[in-house]
């Protein structure tokens, strides 16, 4: 197939990923200002949100306040903010529109419809919904692509391209939120586990649809060592980073070309580290220097695949 | 230009009632179904379509509108019919003029037998801004030039009421508007299945086979198994529905002109594979920006060196460069000409009469009657830089006066035809409104094909004599019916 298209394919499911993570998070942020507990300012979650994505300083040049409203409303609605649910999901519908004749008419369909939906939407009318619904909502456009895709588009290379996209931006994804939240969630110096610290990590595992899995999975308390351990080695928990590489890698092997040797070793060496790697060492390491040398992989994961098959990075 | 005077006619031809005012025979099943057809089951339907063309995306993006570029083109849910009989006597003219059009097109660019018969001016050739010198002895396979064509047909009320088909223009460059077409029948289809059954209604949905077809038949000698692309300017192009849309329904990839490059005289698209050789290429890009090494230097859209590569015959192009020559409004008059030159034949079909204002004694008469004609430009098109003469206010028609004497050369003038008119869904409920017809006729291996019927495209507009899309017209399912 064209490289192109499937630059387009790969970007239209980044793009429709990484919408869904942002209002996972934003979700829990959220339900959690909702609890009593956290009564009177909370900013901790807030300044967390836009540090997992790195709009920290994109947001104190907008010279917003630290508010709940004005963070959602920039995460989700802003113009100016290239990574914004609104700006992601247009740009996933401009990548499906250039491909829109590699795409099933209900995976174009499917996309289009959402933007449409999201693209009249302005801060006042976001005011005024149930916030917790609209989350819901991009969350579940995200799962109706993802069903769509699977169920009516030929599993050929195209359609592994867009899977491609999907478990790369994942990977990263679920990498950003574990690093932030467990940086901030880190035991206090007493030891002492308070009950908001369960709500806090909970809320962590809900992000990532894990609440339930978690305890199906320890039948036990949560504890941060645990929850990292399901997010990052479990290869069955469909968002951990050892899932993703499994696809990844995967996915690698059936596209192969006779250039993409590069992409192919890259991943399999960062899929061999969670196949084969031990929770004890990633601690040994430190879990957040570990973290952050994971998503560099996957950056440069990421330029490789592109200069391997889609259209190469412009430097 | 005796036949003014009937094609101006006040009252135009309908479709759909005879002059008085019962339904022709043909019509007839389909006026007994509208009438026991509640109003709002209509309605309904109107903004089911609405939505659907909607959610498909099936747009329309209109040039110099800010903002919003995306538009639908308004779909109306009355059908055109057309009689069996009189598409199979429309068909054979369209069959003859394209094969004359194209044998015009091999010699001028060959030995050019019809100016040395001194049957069409040469220099209006030569000096025509379409003519494209680096064709000039370069051999097409099959002799080809206009593969695809788009025959604008308009029907006028004739002396005797029947009415009487013209063709107002051939599009030879990169004639768009066949997904409606097919979208539009699909949408009939959707919408009332039970007006099927009462009608035996020609299908039209076999019309990408057709064009693939018609692209493999014109692959480079000796390419047993060609692999054709559709080149689009890409997402931001008027038409690039219609590109998508075609791509899909062939089969064959939708590429710009960046997916392609030229390595000795050869054209290769970039895949996730590596290169793949490309044989034929379908492109909706204009000759001006195909190749920046030859033409417009600045043009992003093209592929350097496919000019080359086509020159060498390693590559075919769909349409062939330089076709412009003959769809050009200068060059329009003389096809009948071309029809009896070339092939021996009267034309079946009527040109509508033209003034050339190139020439003193035409200028002098379209001054004279400005308000009764249709005033165009030579190279216009889209509906663009046009004067119609009846429609358009005392200062309109001054303003386009002095744009005349300052170049006459770049216009021909034309009697306003009183388009025939089909009833049309409008706000207030059923109304005639003037539409058109354009077939699409495909030229490849040794059979011109076509599907039946055509694009039906209606002025919205009370009154309107423009069609064109990008003026606001809209679309109608055509039916040939047998």
Redesign the interface.
């Known amino acids: 197939m064209l490289s192109r298209t499937a630059d387009h394919l790969y970007w239209m499911a980044r793009y429709t990923e990484r919408a869904e993570n942002t209002v996972r998070m934003l979700d829990v942020s959220y339900r959690m200002s909702l609890l009593p507990s956290t009564n009177g300012g909370d900013t901790d979650g807030w300044s967390a949100i836009l540090a997992i994505s790195e709009l920290s300083e994109a947001f104190a040049r907008s010279g917003r306040p630290l508010t709940a409203s004005d963070v959602i409303e920039f995460v989700v609605l802003d113009r100016d903010n290239p990574s914004s649910v609104w700006n992601c999901l247009r740009a996933a519908r401009e990548n499906a529109h250039a491909v829109r004749g590699t795409l099933t008419a209900e995976m174009w369909e499917t996309t289009n419809a959402t933007w449409l939906e999201i693209r009249d939407i302005t801060p006042e009318k976001l005011q005024a919904t149930d916030l917790g619904e609209f989350f819901e909502w991009v969350k579940f456009r995200s799962h109706l692509l993802r069903g769509v895709t699977f169920g009516t588009m030929l599993h050929d290379d195209a359609f592994q391209f867009v899977r491609l996209g999907t478990f790369l931006e994942r990977a990263d994804n679920t990498a950003r939120l574990l690093d932030v939240k467990y940086h901030s969630l880190l035991p206090k110096a007493d030891g002492q586990n308070s009950s908001t610290d369960f709500y806090q990590w909970g809320a962590l595992l809900r992000s990532v649809s894990a609440f339930e899995t978690y305890r199906h999975v320890y039948r036990d308390v949560i504890t941060p060592y645990k929850v990292a351990e399901l997010l990052i080695l479990n290869h069955a928990m469909p968002r951990s980073l050892h899932a993703c590489l499994d696809e990844i890698n995967g996915i690698l092997g059936d596209i192969a070309n006779l250039h993409s040797a590069e992409a192919a070793r890259q991943a399999g060496e960062l899929h061999a580290s969670l196949h084969y790697g031990r929770m004890d060492d990633i601690f040994a390491t430190g879990l957040h220097v570990w973290l952050e040398r994971f998503l560099a992989r996957i950056n440069r994961l990421g330029d490789s695949i592109s200069d391997n098959f889609l259209v190469p990075v412009a430097a | 230009m005796s036949a003014n005077s009937t094609m101006n006619a006040a009252i135009p031809f309908d479709e759909m009632y005879a002059a008085d005012g019962s339904v022709r025979e043909h019509y007839r099943p389909y006026a007994e179904w509208l009438a026991q057809m509640p109003h709002e089951r209509i309605a309904r339907k109107r903004s089911e379509a609405d939505v659907a063309f909607?959610?498909?995306?099936i747009t329309f993006n209109v040039y110099g509108e800010e903002g919003g570029k995306e538009r639908l083109i308004p779909f109306d849910l009355l059908p055109r019919i057309i009689p069996g009989t009189e598409w199979t006597a429309l068909e054979a003219g369209l069959r003859q003029r394209v094969k004359a059009l194209n044998a015009f097109l091999a010699d001028i660019y060959h030995g050019q037998e019809i100016l040395r018969a001194g049957r069409l001016p040469a220099d209006q050739v030569l000096n025509n801004a379409q003519f494209r010198p680096e064709m000039k002895g370069v051999d097409v396979p099959g002799g080809l030039y206009a593969m695809i064509a788009g025959i604008d047909l308009v029907r006028a009320a004739g002396a005797d009421g029947k009415g009487e088909y013209y063709v107002l223009e051939d599009n030879l460059r990169v004639p768009s508007g066949v997904s409606y077409l097919l979208e539009n029948r699909k949408m009939m289809m959707r919408l009332f299945p039970d007006l099927f059954s009462r009608y035996n209604v020609q299908p039209v949905e076999h019309y990408p086979d057709l064009l693939l077809e018609t692209l493999r038949a014109v692959a480079p000698a000796g390419v047993l198994n060609p692999t054709a692309v559709l080149l689009t300017p890409?997402?931001f192009n008027s038409a690039y529905f219609e590109h998508?849309?075609l791509?899909?329904q062939m089969g064959v990839?939708?590429?710009?002109g960046?997916?392609l490059f030229v390595k000795d005289d050869t054209v290769y698209?970039?895949?996730?594979?590596?290169p793949k050789r490309v044989d034929v290429i379908y492109r909706r890009i204009d000759d001006d920006f195909l190749d920046p090494e030859v033409f417009r230097a600045d043009s992003m859209l093209g592929v350097p060196g496919l000019m080359a590569a086509y020159r060498a015959g390693r590559v075919t192009l769909a349409n062939a460069v330089g076709t412009g020559v003959a769809d050009d409004k200068s060059i329009y008059p003389y096809v009948p000409e071309m029809v009896r030159f070339y092939l021996g034949e009267e034309p079946i079909l009527n040109n509508v009469p033209t003034y050339m204002l190139r020439k003193p004694e035409d200028l002098a008469y379209t001054l004279a009657h400005l308000p009764e004609l249709v005033v165009k430009e030579v190279h216009g098109a889209g509906g663009y830089g046009m004067l119609v003469g009846p429609a358009a206010t005392k200062a309109e028609i001054e303003d386009f006066r002095q744009l005349i004497v300052a170049a006459p050369e770049k216009y021909i003038a034309q009697p306003t035809l009183s388009l025939s008119t089909c009833p049309t869904f409008v706000d207030a409920g059923i109304a005639p409104r003037h539409i058109d017809l354009r077939p699409f006729v495909l030229s490849g291996g040794k059979e011109i094909r076509m599907v039946p019927g055509g694009l039906t495209r209606v002025a919205m507009k009370a009154g309107s004599l423009v069609v064109n899309s990008s003026q606001g017209g809209g679309t109608k399912d055509t039916w040939v019916v047998s």
């Open positions: 909607h959610r498909v995306g890409g997402a998508s849309f791509a899909q990839e939708l590429v710009e960046q997916d698209m970039r895949t996730t594979q590596g």
